[in-house]
């Protein structure tokens, strides 16, 4: 037996988490049950984080985590405890079936079948902004090897776990060649060590693109976090089912499943909502658990509910439904399906028995790191960049010398064009001179004469090889 966490959650999740509860452990479901209250209750408290230090440690004990929908109060400083779940538990991938139900649940795509698989806790999720001039914010895209190996060995093993195709690639690395770089060449590694798994890249603006119309020719596709982010959604609508799509959440100890979407307070406590996504989040996590007979038995089950036409009112249409039921009635009408086998649909078949289990990253062995030079960032409210170069130069540094800046990433010095449009935050690159080595402190020097001669320095980048490769980007135009 397995125990399981579970939060009811608030609007309809209440009443979608009972359903599906009574729906799985009709079908056999072989586990325990421990309650937490998460979500407004508990922001409302007084607790920021809407979730108490005891649930944690509930959460943390079963390892398993079924959620239904909660509210996140608007202002008051109340964070997201999806986004702080996924990065507390190190829950790395989430992974989202968006499949059509023609004809049953319209949708211009009725043999659309797409998982997918988003890295969870890196990229520009990180949540790193800083405002740095008057005219210029940032914010960090952190891209790591650990976090790309873990997310696309991860889709891989999914797709060979349950009899996938293809798995494709998007990310936008002909623009950022080290971040996205780095997930494409790890994708391309990983990759070869699955011959009998079909694989390809896509540019995610052309991916996307083609995903939204004709997402046919797609099977599963991985992503880093923001692109997965937006795709899954845009996926899971055109599908014509966001009301029915789950969602897995899986880390290297622990695991969250919940429907994707949100608590419609509007519709608590009326039997109105269709349990069906958190119901699909449960089958996805009795997969996950190995208890894949009742998985398959409830998927079929509901299936074939679907198919009999008896729906609630957010999928019902007249012509083509049979009987708007509540969220109740739902669930019965599911409980007495089980056992059977839909007739228009295909029926699912999960590998029996059989947990997905991925190995523990294992650290690579450190590259030979070398300094080749440094990018300054300067506040500099001047227009001209061979005005802000003349400046530069009067800094007295024999070992680096400056050799470009730029701004908003375009090169303007040296020969730079008049036409490009400047703001007040400037990237002035040094390398080292003819016959020198920079060291780090060449770079607290260059900053202190910096400051002598009134330079507002904001950052600095320092610039590494690594076995002689490259780790940082060229200027646009170099």
Not at 46 to 70: C, D, Q, Y
Request: glycine residues 8%; negative net charge; aromatic residues 8%.
């Amino acid at each position: 037996m397995t125990t399981i966490t579970v939060a009811k959650g608030d609007g309809i999740g209440p009443e979608i988490m009972d359903a599906t509860l009574k729906i799985i452990l009709a079908a056999g479901a072989d586990i325990a049950i421990e309650e937490i209250e998460v979500g407004e209750k508990v922001y409302l408290a007084g607790n920021t984080a809407g979730i108490a230090k005891e649930s944690w440690e509930v959460i943390r004990r079963n390892k398993i985590f079924l959620k239904a929908p909660i509210t996140t109060p608007q202002g008051g400083g109340y964070k997201s405890l999806n986004v702080t779940t996924r990065k507390f538990l190190g829950l790395y991938s989430n992974v989202r079936p968006c499949t059509s139900f023609h004809p049953f649940v319209k949708t211009k795509h009725p043999v659309m079948d797409v998982v997918i698989v988003r890295e969870n806790e890196e990229d520009l999720y990180a949540g790193i902004e800083h405002q740095q001039t008057d005219e210029v914010v940032q914010c960090l895209k952190l891209i790591s090897r650990p976090g790309c190996e873990k997310i696309v060995r991860y889709a891989f093993e999914y797709a060979k776990q349950y009899g996938r195709k293809k798995v494709t690639c998007f990310t936008k690395d002909n623009i950022m060649k080290q971040t996205d770089g780095l997930f494409h060449a790890v994708f391309d590694e990983i990759a070869a060590q699955y011959p009998d798994i079909e694989n390809e890249h896509w540019i995610i603006d052309i991916g996307a693109a083609k995903m939204a119309d004709t997402p046919e020719i797609f099977d599963v596709i991985v992503m880093p976090n923001l692109y997965g982010d937006v795709l899954s959604d845009v996926a899971a609508q055109i599908a014509g089912s966001v009301g029915l799509a789950g969602s897995a959440n899986i880390g290297e100890e622990c695991a969250m499943f919940e429907a994707i979407h949100g608590s419609a307070p509007r519709r608590a406590g009326q039997n109105l909502a269709n349990p069906s996504g958190l119901l699909q989040g449960a089958v996805m996590m009795l997969n996950h658990i190995g208890q894949t007979e009742v998985a398959e038995k409830i998927q079929n089950a509901w299936l074939k509910t679907i198919e009999d036409g008896v729906h609630t009112y957010d999928i019902f249409k007249d012509g083509v439904s049979k009987q708007k039921v509540g969220t109740k009635e739902f669930a019965d009408a599911v409980i007495a399906n089980l056992g059977h086998k839909p007739a228009t649909f295909k029926p699912v078949s999960y590998a029996k028995g059989a947990a997905l289990n991925l190995p523990k990253y294992q650290k690579k062995p450190a590259a030979q790191k070398q300094l080749v030079g440094v990018d300054v960032f300067v506040h500099w409210t001047g227009t001209n960049p061979d005005e802000l170069a003349e400046q530069i130069k009067l800094l007295d540094m024999p070992e680096a010398a400056l050799t470009m800046i730029t701004n908003r990433g375009i090169k303007v010095w040296p020969e730079g064009f008049s036409e490009t449009f400047c703001t007040d935050h400037w990237r002035c690159r040094f390398k080292p001179t003819e016959g020198h080595t920079i060291q780090k402190q060449h770079i607290v020097q260059l900053l202190m004469e910096a400051m002598d001669n009134n330079i507002d320095t904001i950052k600095t980048e320092n610039l590494y090889t690594f076995d002689g490769k490259a780790g940082f980007s060229l200027g646009q135009g170099q």
